[in-house]
């Protein structure tokens, strides 16, 4: 079974701290994705990675960043974190490799970020 | 507009009940067509992926494309407590990696 982890499940930090979310899959997957979760907004996508080293931006890539050193690890920073950076973050990763049609993402149990 | 319209809910039904959760789009290029559902404080998990028109049955789950009036569906045949949660439409072009996500429907199933 794919395994997706997230380094927290809850996590509370204050306005201008730097923030780092961590995102580990255990299955050789090519593409990982950021995504945030908010009440009637649905997923966001904020950057996906679709190699080492390699990142694309989302949707809503503002005050983030994201950075893949290696395969299986993808991390998002925040920065400098804001009030409306308060969200669910969830990671995922897909086996497609650039060019092929779309596959499952499969995804991680999701980060509670709480900005005060 | 958004890519992808669902309604928020919640849907409460009493179990055994069918139940049906729609979306709809915008993009005619989209041709993959996944549910996801979402217990609370989890992950999404897939639960129906289709390609193109038609349907897809899994057990009790069974989805449904219409591309002509760009209108998806899941039907949920004798809904159990177990089911209630979020579920999320996704959607996809071909050779493209990113997903188009609905806001979710959240559906209680009342023993």
């Known amino acids: 079974d794919v395994k997706v982890t997230q380094s927290s499940r809850y996590l509370v930090k204050r306005t201008g701290e730097k923030v780092f979310l961590e995102c580990v899959q255990d299955?050789?997957?090519?593409?990982m994705f950021w995504y945030r979760q908010d009440p009637g907004l649905g997923l966001r996508l904020i950057y996906f990675?679709?190699?080492?080293?390699?990142?694309e931006k989302g949707d809503i890539p503002e005050g983030y960043s994201v950075s893949r050193e290696k395969k299986e690890r993808f991390s998002l920073i925040l920065e400098s974190a804001s009030t409306n950076q308060t969200s669910m973050y969830l990671c995922?990763?897909?086996?497609?490799?650039?060019?092929?049609?779309?596959?499952?993402?499969?995804f991680g149990p999701g980060t509670r970020l709480t900005v005060l | 507009q958004k890519e992808v319209e669902q309604d928020p809910g919640p849907l409460s039904v009493p179990e055994g009940a069918i139940v049906s959760l729609n979306c709809t789009y915008s993009?005619?290029?989209?041709?993959?067509f996944m549910w996801y559902r979402q217990y609370s404080r989890k992950g999404p998990e897939l639960l129906m992926y289709?390609?193109?028109?038609g349907n897809k049955e899994d057990g009790r789950f069974t989805a449904q494309v219409d591309k002509s009036s760009k209108y998806i569906s899941l039907f949920i045949r004798d809904s159990q407590p177990s089911d209630s949660a979020t579920y999320l439409c996704?959607?996809?072009?071909?050779?493209?990696?990113?997903?188009?996500f609905g806001s979710g429907t959240k559906l209680n199933v009342k023993p």
């Open positions: 299955m050789d997957h090519e593409n």
């Open positions: 995922a990763s897909s086996l497609l490799a650039s060019g092929r049609a779309s596959d499952e993402q499969f």
């Open positions: 289709t390609y193109s028109s």
């Open positions: 996704a959607m996809s072009a071909v050779n493209f990696n990113k997903f188009y």
């Open positions: 990675s679709y190699d080492v080293k390699m990142k």
């Open positions: 993009n005619s290029a989209f041709q993959y």
